[in-house]
């Protein structure tokens, strides 16, 4: 039966996206070596709420003198992650001991490789990007080794995510081009509509009158 | 008013039979035909005395049944295009506006609530300016709507907006009213189970829809916060052009425009306080109105939420979870028409009884897959579940159009429309309870949903018609009562029985004694309470 050949199909394309899926799935958060790198993170306007797109961070790191995995890094991923306040009836926003299912740093700030010979710290300048939803965040780098698996990390703020945190506004999205198109097409769909209706009315009256 | 009911009911997937207006304002479609001069040998298809055809062929466009039934079926399917456009953009949508679950739940729950009303009012629309002006006036009256996401800025407009643009729904009647007067009570099962499930396709192609729309745009050089805007104006404008093709390609009846043609013959209106009573007072509507609550209901939900599920949960990429998503809509295409099929099988088989079993086998099976899709843990199960929690779901849509026709035959329109609309109140009520707060994750309110699907469709066993019966008894042993003559001219007083009201109603009842199981019809034979014995 036709049903049979769907399910069977469908079995097959599931079996097909699982076996594309990565493979470790319990590395957890909380093994990671806490502090390990120091980063602080300057907003170029202090004290107020930061524009995206045209604000920037000035964001530095530091490997910290007590880091104990330091043989291991290969490179370092600098993220934007949200603050708890951002968190708040948003589970996509959810922060999980799960690496792999953690969704609190999704904005992905830069990456580096990491030269042990340079003991001192590296500092760059973000332009918040445009993609940035409005919210209350800090900045995380992570250190990951060979293998591309994080093995430590430090943030911009205190363990608890309560000091240091900066509030960015999102872009608009709007455009005057777009509003002017949208009621173009609105006005043009009302009046077509009005168009039509008053000719056969016009249309059915002469043929009445007939 | 000519009869050419033999078989009619009992055929196959039903919105209405030909005979009945939708609505309840005019109970005599004839009183708005002219029978022309000329033979029907002008008309593509062959058509019966009222120029309905009797042939249903969904590969021509001739005018005008053909090109009736596709205008009907795709502003249908645009509307549900637009009704749903937002449900994959949510995770790009939600970034730009800062929504939080609770203002995407009650936004969706909005989307699905404006259609409750403006179903109930499209049928009255429908008598007075004719099924062309119904779905124009649906499409392109809440194009606007759509275009107007361009200025939305928060929670509140996002809310405001989904409202508005969920008034179009109401071309769900209009498309079944279209095809009601231009087919034949024998095939019209088979069309509206056709115009009904592929317009329902709507709400699965939206979600591959959009994201691909939104990608080509982004590609163009967009910001992602302003390319699903962009996005938006495509919908809005397939409603402008399908409103444009409806009024310039579409007649309203078999032979011209309503307006144009000229009245004669009597026009016997009911009264629609009547038949509004009639409707309400029946316990089997209400038990309906719950029933698509849980099958139409649950599918309008999952249209708003599973994309965004599979983003979710499983780490899809937004196009990966639209395709995904939109397996579920697409089932549409053929497990509605199954659903209806599956029913005239079954009433063929056992009667009345065979039809309420269907429809609570298929509900009940859809609402266990749809718990068994919220446990789901890995992507491949979770995919299985869902393609067939819709198979059930949509199939028990079909089959309930198959036992709605016999509930009332005075009232016939307007329980339809409500039937429909419980459909919408379904699906606000599950949005509500499950979806809009952070008190169950997405994966426990589709348990729950399923759950509770399950508990609202056992009601189906209180169905009891005294002439069939029920799934658990026999029809009544009282010599009148078991008549269908008795349950269908009980709806009309003394006096509008001596007034000859009810002689279609009788007429129905006569037919409808297709759907006593085989066994009794070949037994006993009672005779009409009125009227000569037609064909049975």
Sequence with gaps: MAIHNILFASLLICLLIQSSHGATKERLF?????????????????????????????????????????????????????????????????????????????????????????????????????????????????????????????????????????????????????????????????????????????KAKIEQSK | MASNEEGSIGTSLHGVTAKEQVFSFSADASSQIVPSDDPTAKFALPVDSEHRAKVFNPLSFAKPHMRAFHLGWVSFFTCFISTFAAAPLVPIIRDNLDLTKTDIGNAGVASVSGAIFSRLAMGAVCDLLGARYGTAFSLMLTAPMVFTMSFVTGPVGYLAVRFMIGFCLATFVSCQYWTSVMFNGKIIGLV????????????????????????????????????????????????????????????????????????????????????????????????????????????????????????????????????????????????????????????????????????????????????????????????????????????????????????????????????GAGGNFGSGLTQLLFFSSSRFSTAEGLSLMGAMAVLCTLPVAFIHFPQWGSMFLRPSRDGERSKEEYYYSSEWTEDEKQQGLHEGSIKFAENSRSERSRKVALADFPTPESGTLTNV
């Design chain 2, 192 to 419: 509206n189970g056709c115009a009904g499930g592929w317009g329902d396709m709507g709400g699965g192609v939206t979600q591959l829809l959009m994201p691909m729309v939104f990608h080509v745009i982004k590609l163009a050089g967009a910001t992602p916060f302003m390319a699903w805007r962009i996005a938006f104006f495509v919908p809005g404008f397939l409603q402008v052009v399908m409103g444009i093709l409806v009024l310039t390609f579409g007649q309203d009846l078999p032979d011209g425009n309503l307006s144009t043609l000229q009245k004669s013959g009597q026009v016997s209106k009911d009264k629609f306080s009547k038949v509004f009573w009639f409707a309400v007072k029946n316990y089997r509507t209400w038990i309906l109105f719950v029933l698509y609550g849980f099958s139409m209901g649950i599918e309008l939900t999952i249209n708003n939420v599973i994309s965004g599920y599979f983003f979710d949960r499983f780490n899809l990429k937004l196009q990966t979870a639209g395709i995904v998503a939109s397996s579920f809509g697409m089932a549409n295409f053929f497990a509605r028409p199954f659903g209806g099929y599956a029913s005239d099988v079954a009433a063929r088989l056992f009667g009345m009884r065979g039809r309420l079993w269907i429809l609570w086998i298929f509900q009940t099976v859809g609402a266990l897959f749809c718990i068994w899709l919220g446990r789901a843990n890995s992507l491949p199960i979770a995919i299985l579940a869902m393609i067939l929690f819709s198979i059930g779901t949509q199939a028990a849509c079909g089959a309930l159009f198959g036992v709605a026709p016999f509930v009332s035959r005075r009232s016939l329109g307007l329980i339809s429309g409500l039937t």
């Design chain 1, 30 to 202: 909380s093994d990671l070596e806490k502090s390990a790198l120091e980063v602080t993170a300057t907003p170029s306007r202090v004290g107020e709420v930061l524009a995206a797109g045209i604000d920037k961070l000035s964001i530095t790191w530091k490997v910290s003198s007590t880091a104990t995995k330091e043989p291991e890094f290969k490179a370092i991923k600098v993220k934007l992650c949200y603050a708890p306040a951002s968190q708040v009836d948003r589970p996509w926003r959810k922060t999980e001991n799960e690496l792999f299912k953690d969704k609190s740093c999704p904005h992905k700030i830069s990456s580096w490789s990491y030269d042990p010979a340079v003991k001192t710290a590296q500092s760059f300048d973000y332009t918040l990007e445009r993609d940035i939803p409005t919210g209350t965040y800090f900045v995380r780098t992570y250190a990951v080794d060979a293998k591309d698996h994080e093995v430590a990390f430090g943030q911009s703020t205190n363990e608890n995510k309560t000091t240091n945190l900066f509030s960015v506004q999102a872009i608009s999205g709007r455009h005057k081009s777009l509003d002017i198109a949208s009621v173009c097409f609105s006005v043009f769909s009302v009046l077509a509509l009005f168009v039509f209706f008053v000719n056969e009315k016009r």
